[in-house]
């Protein structure tokens, strides 16, 4: 580990999405890599823990939304970005740590993927991910129930994603072969949040968005308040107005 990067400090933050980031850069088992890759960078939220823990490394942030990107480059964080998709991106030089957080759960077919992010690694790299694992519980599964239940049921089918996240044994299969080592875990963080729908809000921006934007006014309101009325069932507010919310999240580090 390299000096003036403390782990423990950085762990002390209390955000719920940063917090995984950090905890899967924790446990990647390389002090100088050359060659460093943020796949699915998005806004370069942790692009400069990257940096830090690596201040010698070429960084390279991927992700194929402009938006977000431009958000990135605003950071000023040293790292060149690249809009491009992940699934068919190819790095100019092997890469010496594949990092991506929460991001290959927007991907399909993980069984091609995950071996072809491992054959871009020089001898010693690592493939770290995380990616949630959360598509069974009652925040996920009250979408389904929504949108199975209006007049937006036809246009929600065509949209509608099966659980991109498959079992611990699954990778495990997939990466074993190809690695030298492998640390695969999962932790479920009980997140504790406050406001009056919360988990609404926290699935809004992520696996709810391309069901709302599949939608037109008034069935995006109509299929937005019959999914919060859910949730919210499924989720009610503690007495002290705290909202226990628990999240999975897979984690992985592969090294060549
Ligand atoms: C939840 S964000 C995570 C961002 C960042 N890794 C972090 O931990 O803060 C997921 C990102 O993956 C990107 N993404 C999704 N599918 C992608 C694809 N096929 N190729 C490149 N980026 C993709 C999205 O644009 C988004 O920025």
């Known amino acids: 580990m390299t000096a003036g990067w403390d782990p423990k400090q950085y762990l002390t933050f209390d955000n719920h999405r940063l917090r995984p980031a950090l905890e899967l850069l924790l446990r990647i088992p390389h002090d100088a890599p050359a060659q460093v890759v943020d796949l699915g960078c998005g806004p370069g939220n942790v692009t400069p823990y ?44 092997p890469v010496d740590v594949m990092y991506t957080n929460a991001a290959l759960q927007w991907a399909e077919d993980h069984e091609a993927l995950f ?11 690592v493939l770290a991910v995380q990616m949630p694992r959360n598509f069974g519980q009652p925040s996920h599964t009250t ?24 079992e611990p044994d699954f990778y495990y299969g997939l990466l074993a072969p190809l690695s030298e080592k492998l ?14 729908n ?3 809000e ?9 069901m709302l934007d599949a939608l037109e006014e008034p069935e995006r309101s109509g299929f937005e308040a019959a999914y919060r009325k859910l949730v919210l069932a499924a ?19 592969a090294v060549n």
């Open 50 to 93: 990257l940096r830090e823990r690596w201040p010698g490394a070429v960084i390279t942030g991927v992700d194929n939304s402009g938006e977000m990107l431009t958000t990135a480059r605003k950071s000023g964080v040293d790292a060149t970005w690249c809009e491009a998709d992940l699934v068919t991106w190819t790095p100019e030089a």
């Open 115 to 125: 071996p072809r992010l491992m054959s871009m690694l020089a001898p010693g790299g």
């Open 143 to 166: 979408m389904k129930v929504a949108a199975a239940q209006g007049p937006w049921a036809a246009k929600l089918a065509r949209v509608e994603r099966r659980a991109p996240v498959a």
């Open 183 to 196: 640390d695969i875990w999962e932790t479920r963080y009980v997140q504790v949040l406050t406001g009056e």
């Open 198 to 200: 919360p988990v609404a």
């Open 202 to 210: 926290y699935t809004k921006g992520s696996w709810l968005k391309p």
């Open 235 to 253: 989720y009610p507010p503690r007495e002290d107005g705290t909202t226990l919310f628990p999240f999975t999240r897979l984690f992985m580090v």
